[in-house]
């Protein structure tokens, strides 16, 4: 019987819906994927900017508590009661969660003619004491100069506006409240004399006919609060840093703080090892360092409990929309001074979420391509069970069908025998003839199917040793001798000289040979002619050596050379011609071979004939070695 090879076309629709899926899922995980990315992208982009504006708004109402905090009244400064002032300055450090914030306190006062004077604070005496412009502070004096020289320009009603903070230092500028009380002392001078009782400078007139005594009164006042640039980056911009940002090995942004326009200024990183030109750009920028009205006036209404203590009454709140700046009050100011800078590690948030997408990417095709090898090592195991399923059945139907015909003609001529049906002398050695020429198929038989039992299941056992291989040779042909002569068989034997010892287990290559003289008497053609061959040759890989058994048979069909070392497989001359056998002679041919490290080759000439070799290494060292378990193909 053929044994022809399992068809998958069962499998081919289950392959092909497979597939099907396979690619549609594909298709609709590299969208959602996509989409999810871009979501994903939004939202730490919508997180990353909330943040850094509560860092902002965190850092500036801090300066705006300063700023209520630290306001000198005009009764302070008309008394000169500095006692007053110093304990609302205790009162700061005491409550202020940040008290290195503030670095020193300056009082400008102007006067009448604008003269602009500058006193300092000395903790030690706990007063103001005249104090020559520092140098940081020059930007501030030229300021506050150009300021009130417009009151001499443009006469009565002047607006003046100066900024909340200020870049130089930085610092804070917080005017003198109830300013109305300086000007007591020009009362009856001047009926044009009003003042605005605002957190912030407001209209007011200069007194125009004032004595000379009065020319060095105070017209208007500031305190400048000179903040502490080293605190702000050691310890209050980290703290925030670390409130709204955690620090850590997963730290996703760099974050840095520049100073606006002037891009060359680092105030703080939160990695020593980057410099300023890593932060000209970010996936997030904040600008603070400044004081909105609406700032000071929600403290003012809400009460604060950290300005308890603190003379507010009498302010009066105005909502006014915008950031504090050069312009009047109510107006559009500044965006802050300083600029926050969140950048991703990665580059960008852009890049990080590229990668984030290619990662997810390839885990979710990853996932389909594992389930896709599934479904194939599904169907290879479906299709290996059935060739399983089908070599067993192969296995019996061949078995049976082999051992019928020599136990249905040694029963017949046992019962011959028996019978006394035979009383010729010469007629009973035929029948003993035939009995035994079927025991002794019967038993290559069963040792053959023992043998191949044994291979599969790799109980196998071969003794390697070191072994001449003329002895072999001419044991397998001399072993066969009877069946030659039987078959009309001549076998031309070529042996060449000094060939060297190999590693082999002697009886079963012996075994090995004689089935491949064996195949080549059932299909070896008519002229009765078997050619064995041993030879030394030198390969790639080192010298072998080839015992091939050559016919001038009518060849094999190309059609069954891929299959003819399957167990059970009869080709299709086999099948033409009903020739007896149980097609498990070349599959142990090759078990034995492979066993032996090498391996066994076909070649086969159309109407000419066929040859099988046996290529065996070259190696006298003893081994032991066990056949493992083969898979049915």
């Not at 150009?146 to 002047?158: C, E, K, L, M, W």
């Not at 500031?222 to 702000?232: G, M, S």
């Not at 800078?341 to 590229?354: E, F, N, P, T």
């Amino acid at each position: 019987m053929i044994r022809r090879p399992l068809a998958i076309t069962a499998f081919l629709p289950l392959m092909a819906a497979a597939l099907a899926a396979l690619v549609l899922l594909a298709t609709l995980q590299y969208h959602w994927v996509g989409q999810l990315s871009a979501g994903e992208r939004e939202q730490r982009q919508a997180d990353l900017v909330l943040s850094a504006t509560r860092l902002g708004e965190d850092f500036d109402r801090e300066l705006a508590r300063a700023y209520l905090a630290l306001q000198m009244d005009a009764a302070t400064l008309r008394d000169q009661d500095w006692e007053r002032f110093a304990r609302r300055l205790d009162r700061w450090h005491e409550r202020a969660p940040y008290p290195g914030l503030v670095r020193t306190v300056y009082l400008v006062q102007v006067s009448q003619i604008g003269r602009v004077g500058l006193s300092r604070y000395d903790a030690a005496t706990r007063s103001f004491k005249p104090e020559i412009w520092p140098f940081e502070l020059l930007p501030v004096r030229r300021r506050i100069e150009r300021t009130y020289q417009a009151i001499f320009s443009q006469g009565n009603q002047v607006n003046v506006s100066l900024p909340l903070v200020d870049r130089a230092g930085p610092s804070l500028l917080v005017p003198v409240s109830r300013p109305w009380l300086l000007a007591d002392q020009a009362d009856g001078f001047s009926a044009d004399l009003v003042f605005s009782d605002l957190v912030f400078p407001g209209t007011f007139s200069r007194c125009v006919r004032c004595p000379p005594e009065l020319y060095d009164t105070p017209l208007l006042a500031h305190t400048i609060v000179e903040l502490d640039r080293a605190y702000i980056a050691t310890t209050f911009l980290p703290a925030l840093v670390a409130r709204y940002f955690p620090p850590g090995a997963d730290s996703e942004y760099h974050i840095g703080v520049v100073e606006e326009g002037n891009p060359s200024e680092l105030i703080f990183s939160s990695d020593a090892t980057l410099d300023v030109g890593a932060f000209s750009s970010g996936d997030a920028e904040v600008s603070f360092l400044d004081i909105t009205y609406d700032e000071l006036n929600a403290l003012i209404l809400a009460n604060d409990p950290r300005l308890e203590g603190s003379d507010l009454r009498g302010r009066i709140a105005l909502g006014v929309l915008g950031r504090s700046g050069e312009q009047g009050a109510g107006e559009q100011g500044t965006a802050g001074q300083w600029r926050l800078v969140l950048k991703h590690r990665q580059g960008s948030l852009d890049a990080a979420i590229a990668a984030l997408r290619a990662r997810n990417l390839l885990v979710s095709f990853g996932t389909l391509m594992l389930l896709g090898v599934s479904i194939l090592m599904l169907l290879v195991a479906t299709r290996r069970a059935q060739r399983l399923a089908r070599q067993q059945i192969d296995f019996a139907s061949a078995v049976s069908h082999e051992l019928r015909t020599p136990l249905a003609v040694i029963c017949s001529a046992g019962e011959n025998l028996a019978d006394g049906l035979v009383h010729d002398p010469q007629r009973a050695r035929r029948y003993g003839a035939v009995i035994y020429n079927e025991g002794r198929r019967l038993t290559d038989m069963v040792e053959q199917v023992l043998a191949f039992a044994g291979t599969q299941s790799g109980r196998q056992r071969y003794q390697l040793q070191p072994s001449d291989v003329r002895p072999i040779v001419e044991g397998a042909v001399q072993g066969m001798q009877l069946q030659l002569r039987e078959g009309g068989y001549e076998v031309e034997l070529k042996l060449a000289p000094e060939l060297p010892p190999i590693s082999a287990d002697p009886v079963a290559l012996r075994r090995s040979l004689q089935n491949l003289i064996s195949n080549a008497m059932k299909y070896g053609g008519d002229d009765g002619w078997i050619g064995v061959t041993a030879q030394l040759v030198s390969t790639e890989s080192g010298p072998e050596l080839q015992i091939s058994v050559d016919d001038h048979g009518p060849g094999i069909a190309p059609a069954d050379q891929p299959h003819l070392f399957e167990p059970f497989y009869r080709g299709q001359l086999a099948q033409a011609r009903q020739t007896p056998g149980s097609g498990l002679g070349l599959s142990l041919v090759r078990h034995t071979v492979t066993a032996h490290g090498g391996r066994v080759s076909l070649e086969s000439w159309p109407g000419q004939g066929s040859r099988f070799t046996m290529h065996l290494p070259v190696r006298a060292q003893p081994r032991f070695v066990q056949s493992p378990a083969v898979e049915a193909p």
